[in-house]
């Protein structure tokens, strides 16, 4: 299109008044897209002991290990009742292989409610982690999608005076509308994070709160690896378990007497307790993968957070020289404000990933809940 050097001028000045209007506006942040207003709410705010509370409280699992307890430990009187009773040899060789085998039970029931309590904290806080993530990231989206409604505003001049084409400009606003529509999703993450939070804890699903989740980073250091193995294989409920049932056939084999036991052979018992070792080896050492794979990602994230803060202060030392170039005429606000998107994208990166960091540890700490 061929414009007389006049009108062209007045165009450019038209234009850049437009850009400079639009893109030195104050960045605003998008309402939900229907357009009604939001109203002020009252939220409740939740620590992680709260929740862990009422998870605990409304656990079916724990409720159900109380409970087992309370049976077990009647059968067991009753069981070392009748061993008192009995006279028999082998009679007293099966009433003793039962008493071991429930108070190896009872003490396992323990140590699961134990294990269940500590997982249900990590669950927790892995949910309070999932939470402020996604309300975080529909915050950083509202912020992309304001700038890319000036963008669209500044194209939609451009197209008015003759400087972008209808199919450049309408290709704009698709791309603008389908990333207001998209923002549905990032609401619905928000959503679910609190739906599963709300389950866990035993309430109205639909509850909302505000959140109380402040970790600090803290580098894992130097560990006794050899001492936290240990702890995992004398707590991990799998090992605890067989290494029960390691006792009972090995106790089966040393009080065998043909003469009154005629059900089993030596051979047997002997073939029982190899196959109970075996198992329990295989079941210390996945216990023992458990730990190292932890420790790697630990140091691994601790990689990840050297090289994150590294970039960040990057971006931090470049932000005066983009605020120089926009005092200069070199950019404009809708560059520095895209800039700055940057920093609030990796701030929040470095922030998820100290989170993640951080539980990463308690775990690690506390191996049963691995």
Do not use: W
């Amino acid at each position: 299109m061929y414009m007389g050097k006049r009108r062209l001028a007045g165009v450019c000045a038209a234009l850049i008044s437009a850009i400079s209007i639009l893109a030195g506006a104050a960045p605003v942040y998008a309402a939900p897209v229907d357009g009604t207003a939001v109203q002020p709410q009252t939220v409740e705010a939740l620590t992680v002991d709260q929740a862990v509370q009422a998870a605990i409280s409304a656990n079916n699992e724990l409720k159900n290990l109380g409970d087992n307890y309370t049976i077990s430990d009647e059968k067991l009187a009753d069981t070392k009742q009748q061993y008192r009773e009995a006279s028999e040899f082998n009679e007293l060789i099966t009433l003793s292989t039962q008493i071991m085998q429930a108070e190896a039970a009872l003490s396992q029931n323990n140590q699961s409610v134990i294990v269940t309590q500590e997982k249900l904290r990590m669950s927790i806080m892995n949910f309070f982690a999932t939470v402020i993530s996604a309300e975080n990231a529909l915050a950083i989206y509202d912020q992309s999608l304001a700038m890319q409604k000036k963008q669209l505003d500044i194209a939609k001049v451009k197209n008015s005076l003759g400087l972008m084409s209808s199919v450049d400009y309408q290709s704009q606003v698709n791309t603008y509308n389908q990333k207001t529509a998209s923002r549905e999703s990032q609401t619905l993450a928000i959503n679910n994070a609190f739906v599963s939070l709300n389950k866990t804890m035993g309430v109205s699903l639909n509850k909302k709160y505000t959140l109380m989740l402040n970790l600090q980073y803290q580098p894992l250091g130097d560990v006794n690896l050899t001492g936290i193995t240990a702890t995992a294989m004398a707590t991990d409920p799998s090992v605890v378990t067989q290494q029960s049932n390691v006792d009972v056939a090995k106790y089966k084999l040393d009080h065998f007497d043909p003469t009154v036991n005629t059900q089993d052979t030596e051979t047997t018992l002997q073939l029982n307790l190899d196959m109970a070792e075996r198992t329990l080896y295989e079941t210390q050492r996945a216990a023992e993968l458990k730990v190292m794979n932890a420790y790697n990602k630990i140091k691994e994230q601790e990689v990840q957070y050297s090289n994150a803060t590294l970039a960040l202060e990057a971006l931090m030392n470049q932000l005066p020289v983009k605020q120089t170039q926009l005092e200069l005429g070199k950019i404009t606000q809708l560059d520095l404000d895209s800039f700055q998107a940057q920093i609030t994208q990796q701030q929040e990166s470095l922030r998820s990933l100290i989170v993640s960091h951080e539980i990463n540890v308690l775990e690690f700490k506390n191996p049963s809940t691995l």
